[in-house]
């Protein structure tokens, strides 16, 4: 069964408000904030600046003390202004030309009682000082610059946040002197911010000004008190665990941590530069199939941007800290606006999946539940390995929030197959050791740590960063508890049931049954007996040559009488048999009823819906007997980098047929993806390892393409080689 995959702060829109920090209201402005004054004007004498005439921008407006035409804000005057009442302080004596001098603090207010914005547009345009002629390029680059300071000014007012110029508008202003309105420019506010509409609506991704943050103060000075702990959001206590699961009593997220810009927001501001100057408008319908284009462009994928988040651990809990909860929710959004239309198993494993992801990281764990299991049905329905487990590992991780450990831990040890890549195995490891740290096993918890360690050979310093945080946590809780509960072994995390074990009478030189504690379970009365497989076992009793099946009590299933001299084991419910035990063998079910009646010469257990038979050659058959893989080939030989050999097909469905001793791949529906045409070659869990005639090793991919030279001199050098080209993926779980 084949699986399967922000930014750094930016300065390209609206900085989001910060969770956990609070504006204060009536707050000093920043010392040295812009104000009105003096500026040099290109080729020109300095000039003074007009100041706007109603209330003044929030923080964040550039400081222009000697600054370079290139880094002024577009849409900023460098020619003569006539200064309007109230007066403004004028330059210092002796202050050099270029400089701005220093200004008092915005009230709030102003005369007219319009907006920064309204002010900028009421103000008439002046002609910049140039030193020449102005050109048409240069007068469109103005024009352009004027309307981009518009709509700065209008985000100003209405979010209190001033937005960061465009490379190509500050590169322009350097570049030529455009004609454009009065500046706007004002020290920060120390009021109230503002509630008035806005001229016209402005594109902004970040909280607004007025939002209340999670965690301080909000804007109007009234504390808020700190999120309250839901039943599905919780941590596990302190105590050791008992072998049971531990009780949990705290909030999953303790302070929700958002940074000041991801890539939704920098996609989300872009505007086109042309947006309000357009003069003519297409007709409706056209209208809105180009912006829905447009805005398909702009908006990243959900699913990659999920996987570029670099996520951080809390130091106790060991869980994710939510930067951004609104850009989880708009990922969540998205990713159900591509669930809607997608029909087929694979999308809708895949999609469900990480949108329990994302409800586990929020906090949502009823949602997470819901589609985790769901998206786990999907992934079942595809018989594909992979899929199968990374749908397992997701639901494991929501069942072990929810303090659900017994599950949780037998679908981490289910899901880590050895026939899936390492990467994915170590991310399993890892999260199977933050299961058991929850419940106070902390041996068990280590040694997941150290598997998932060894498992990514090449260097991983998010992993390496992510362990010792880990055990950090670890040795802090065992100086307050102790190491815990004896690590578990695999069947007993499966919980597996132990059948009774065959085990010779030497008094009555017969066979019988033990169970597990070692007392007598079925009485030594067999001349041969096999395990018990399917909760069945094949016994012959002395005066007879024919097998007979009884269950774990000893009733018997199929009589002697049938006459079965040659009998495999059960395996997903069906068993091969023979009356003469060379050949003609038929799969029978439980009851002795023949399921597969052609005969064939030779037999292997089914596994995974398939078993290997031979008829002349070597084919495959499914449990109704239908032939998969013809039977064609010289033999099976299925082997896999770790040393196994596999009888059949392996548990993802695939095997390595042999066609006159060159090898190949058959998957478990027919299809040849590898042609038999290799001296050698074994299955790695994301590529097929291919012998040149040589002797050299090299690589196809999964679908039977080129995927490394055959010119390096070992498998273990080829192995090393697809490590390398694995380095930097990062399963999502």
Not at 212 to 237: F, K, N, R
Not at 559 to 586: H, Q, Y
Request: aromatic share 4%; hydrophobic share 40%; charged share 20%.
């Amino acid at each position: 069964m084949p699986t399967t995959g922000a930014p750094a702060p930016g300065s390209g829109g609206p900085a989001a408000q910060t969770y956990g920090t609070a504006p204060v209201s009536g707050a000093a402005p920043v010392s040295g904030a812009a104000a009105p004054g003096a500026v040099q004007a290109a080729g020109g004498p300095a000039a003074t600046a007009t100041p706007p005439a109603g209330p003044g921008v929030a923080s964040g407006q550039p400081n222009l003390a000697g600054a370079h035409p290139s880094q002024v804000v577009p849409g900023l005057t460098f020619g003569s202004a006539t200064p309007a009442p109230p007066a403004w302080p004028q330059p210092a004596p002796g202050t050099e030309p270029g400089t701005a001098a220093a200004g008092p603090a915005a009230t709030g207010t102003g005369a007219t009682g319009g907006t920064a914005a309204q002010a900028a547009e009421a103000q008439p345009a002046e002609p910049a000082a140039t030193a020449g002629p102005t050109t048409p390029a240069q007068s469109d680059a103005g024009a352009e610059a004027a309307q981009a300071a518009k709509r700065r000014a209008r985000h100003a007012a209405e979010t209190g946040e001033m937005p960061a110029v465009p490379p190509e508008e500050a590169s322009a202003v350097g570049e030529s002197a455009p004609v454009s309105a009065a500046p706007v420019s004002a020290a920060p506010m120390s009021g109230a911010p503002m509630s008035a509409a806005p001229a016209s609506p402005a594109p902004v991704s970040a909280a607004p000004a007025s939002a209340a943050p999670a965690s301080g103060v909000p804007a109007s000075g009234v504390p808020v008190s700190p999120a309250v702990a839901t039943p599905d959001t919780v941590l596990p206590v302190s105590a050791p665990a008992t072998g049971v699961s531990t009780a949990l009593s705290a909030p999953t997220m303790l302070h929700s941590l958002v940074r000041p810009q991801t890539l939704a927001d920098v996609t989300a501001t872009e505007k086109p530069a042309d947006e309000e100057s357009t003069p003519a408008e297409p007709p409706q319908d056209e209208a809105a199939e180009s912006a829905e284009e447009k805005a398909d462009e702009k908006t990243p994928d959900p699913e990659q941007e999920l996987a570029a988040i670099e996520w951080r651990f809390h130091p106790d809990t060991l869980r994710e800290l939510v930067d951004d909860p609104d850009l989880l929710r708009d990922i969540r959004d998205r990713l159900t606006n591509k669930l809607t239309p997608a029909n087929d198993n694979p999308s809708r494993a895949r999609l469900l999946s990480l949108r329990a992801v994302v409800s586990r990281v929020l906090g949502d764990l009823a949602k997470a539940l819901s589609d985790a299991k769901m998206a786990l049905m999907h992934a079942e329905a595809t018989g594909e390995l992979r899929r199968v487990a990374i749908a397992q590992a997701r639901l494991a991780h929501v069942l072990q929030w929810r303090g659900d450990f017994a599950e949780a831990d037998q679908l981490f040890e289910e899901a880590n197959s050895t026939e899936l890549p390492d990467r994915l195995r170590a991310t399993m490891h890892e999260h199977a050791g933050k299961s058991c740290y929850d419940q106070g096993r902390y041996i068990e918890a280590c040694n997941h740590f150290e598997k998932a360690l060894e498992l990514r050979k090449v260097e991983d310093p998010d992993l390496m960063a992510r362990t010792e945080l880990a055990l950090d946590a670890v040795f802090r809780k065992v100086a307050e508890n102790g190491w815990g509960p004896y690590p578990r072994n695999r069947d007993e995390i499966l919980r597996v049931h132990k059948p009774p074990m065959p085990k010779f009478d030497e008094k009555v030189q017969r066979w019988g049954y033990v169970d597990p504690s070692g007392t007598t379970g079925i009485n030594a009365a067999f001349a041969d007996v096999q395990p018990f497989r399917d909760g069945v076992a094949w016994v012959r009793r002395p005066e007879s040559e024919s097998w007979e099946l009884i269950d774990e009590g000893g009733l018997r299933k199929i009589d002697a009488k049938a006459g079965w001299l040659g009998v495999g084991s059960f395996s997903e419910g069906l068993a091969w048999v023979s009356r003469d035990g060379m050949g003609g063998w038929v799969a029978i079910d439980k009851t002795g009823r023949v399921v597969i009646p052609a005969g064939f010469d030779d037999v292997r257990p089914f596994r995974k819906g398939v078993a290997a038979v031979r008829r002349g050659g070597w084919g495959a058959v499914d449990k109704t007997g239908r032939v998969v893989v013809p039977c064609q080939f010289a033999a099976f030989a299925t082997a896999l980098t770790d040393g196994r050999y596999v009888d059949g097909f392996t548990d993802e469905g695939l095997a390595i047929v042999d066609n006159g001793g060159r090898k190949g791949v058959v998957d478990k529906s027919g299809k040849m993806v590898v042609p038999p045409v290799h001296p050698a070659l074994v299955i790695h869990p994301v590529a097929f390892l291919i012998a040149s005639p040589s002797g050299t090793w090299g690589a196809l991919d999964r679908q039977g393409r080129p995927l490394i030279d055959p010119d390096l001199a070992s498998r273990t050098a080829v192995i090393e080689e697809i490590d390398r080209l694995l380095a930097d993926t990062k399963p999502v779980l």
